[in-house]
């Protein structure tokens, strides 16, 4: 589990870039939905381009400090049931770090496989349970409105990350040497 939770320097800049990304994608590279308050978001493609390179903590910090900063710079304040969810979702996509071979240089039907379980269970938990029954919670909305939007947000959620992160990770890994392709010279 350790290996997970290093944070090193990388970890900190991927998340502080990985934020600002975010928030620019969530404010202005989307596309509404016929669903309230709900919209396609490119963001969590990047989202799970970042979790799969630099693991859960980048993923996490950074869509969660994205869509805060998102909700504030749009509305005023973040609506925070929303915000935990991203956070979340972020953190478990990051569960793909250490089960793909990006670091060797390959991303190919199993890694693709893998990445794309551990995006669904994250857009699944996050959109599905924590985000409505957090806006019951905390806003008091109605049970049949933030579950639509939940199941909304959940499916769109999974395509963005599923189509944006996996062709972001597939382009990536391309310009990466394989590992062991390069010899030292004599």
Do not use: C
């Not at 590279?29 to 859960?56: D, L, R």
């Amino acid at each position: 589990m350790k290996k997970y939770f290093k944070v090193s320097t990388a970890t900190v800049v991927a998340s502080g870039l990985g934020a600002a990304i975010f928030t620019l994608l969530f404010m202005f590279v989307k596309i509404p939905s016929p669903i309230p308050q709900t919209s396609f978001q490119t963001a969590y493609g990047f989202a799970g381009f970042i979790a799969a390179i630099y693991g859960p903590i980048a993923a996490g910090l950074s869509a969660f400090i994205g869509h805060a900063i998102s909700d504030a710079l749009q509305y005023g304040s973040p609506w925070w049931s929303w915000v935990i969810a991203s956070g979340l979702a972020g953190f478990i996509f990051g569960f793909s770090y250490k089960n793909t071979r990006i670091e060797e240089g390959e991303f190919k039907g199993k890694d693709i496989f893998k990445f794309n379980l551990f995006q669904i269970i994250g857009n699944a938990i996050a959109w599905l349970l924590v985000a409505p029954v957090l806006d019951i919670v905390i806003y008091a909305e109605p049970a049949d409105k933030v579950f639509i939007q939940g199941i909304a947000a959940a499916f769109m959620n999974m395509i963005s990350t599923g189509v944006i992160g996996t062709v972001l990770l597939v382009v990536y890994v391309a310009t990466k040497p394989k590992k062991g392709s390069l010899k030292k010279e004599a």
